[in-house]
């Protein structure tokens, strides 16, 4: 009779045993396999940056939300530092298309100092062509204070910022509820040349030492208001005078 309650009871602690080992199991395991979740909040990706230089932005829900405009990266056109209260990722070299090629890109880049390379040809196949962008600012073309520049290259400065923010074209302020990053003006190719990128240009911009030879690769210009098709009135835009701009961050 002893023997067999000792033979119940030896069974029940092996039943439990197994039991606990089994928990314990899941738990290990389940630990992990959460770790995994793809629906979870994951702050490596909080800043992600996609191909268009677009951020996405994920909420408390962990849903990636690309739409609402909350670009965190921003390029400090003609300058190699950022704003306060923002950090430098890169400085860079400003570069395009050719003034005179009707194809290619149209965007203007901040392009690496540093370039590394994939697959390469070295003989010239002439496809895309990229050059660096040269100030054509020289004092016929106003702006008196970027005619030192004249026929200097461009530097610029990938910046992050970790608010919302927009280029506000036209004005060096920024709307209620938003301070200034920088404010300069608008630059663009020659308006009878061919297409390239308006972009806010630092109002103290900087050149690249060294660079004042005219290359006339990519070329920036002042941008002037023209009336009649523009709003022009004593509290508004003028005829010929430079329109500023500014990059303006959510407070
Ligand atoms: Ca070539
Ligand atoms: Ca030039
Ligand atoms: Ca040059
Ligand atoms: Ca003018």
Redesign the pocket.
């Known amino acids: 009779m002893e023997i067999k309650i000792n033979i119940k009871k030896r069974y029940f602690q092996i039943l439990l045993i197994v039991f606990l080992i089994g928990i314990f199991s899941f738990y290990v395991t389940g630990y992990h396999a959460g770790s995994f979740d793809p629906n979870a909040p994951n702050h490596e990706l909080l800043q992600i940056i996609d191909q268009n230089g677009v951020s996405i932005d994920q909420d408390e829900d962990g849903v990636i939300d690309k739409a609402n405009n909350a670009g965190n990266i921003f390029i400090r056109w003609g300058r190699t530092t950022c704003p306060m209260n923002t950090e430098l990722i890169y400085d860079g070299l400003v570069a395009g298309g050719h003034y005179q090629h009707s194809g290619g890109g149209s965007n203007t880049l901040c392009l690496s100092k540093n370039p590394t390379w994939l697959n390469y040809d070295d003989g010239s196949q002439n496809g895309n062509l990229l050059y660096g962008t040269?100030y054509?600012t020289n004092p016929s073309f106003g702006l008196e204070v970027f005619n030192s520049l004249y026929?200097f290259d461009a530097p610029c400065a990938v910046c992050l910022v970790e608010a919302p923010f927009f280029m506000h074209p036209g004005s060096k302020e920024c709307p209620s509820g938003w301070t200034v990053l920088y404010e300069g003006y608008l630059m663009s190719e020659h308006f009878t040349y061919q297409k390239s990128e308006t972009v806010c240009v630092d109002k103290e911009a900087e050149s690249i030492a060294g660079s004042g030879t005219?290359?006339?690769g990519n070329?920036w210009y002042p941008t002037e208001a023209e009336c009649g098709s523009l709003p022009c009135s004593s509290e508004g835009y003028v005829q010929d005078r430079e329109i500023t701009c500014s990059v303006c961050v959510k407070n």
Do not use: G, P, Y
Request: net charge negative.
């Open positions: 040269e054509q026929d005219n290359s006339n070329l």
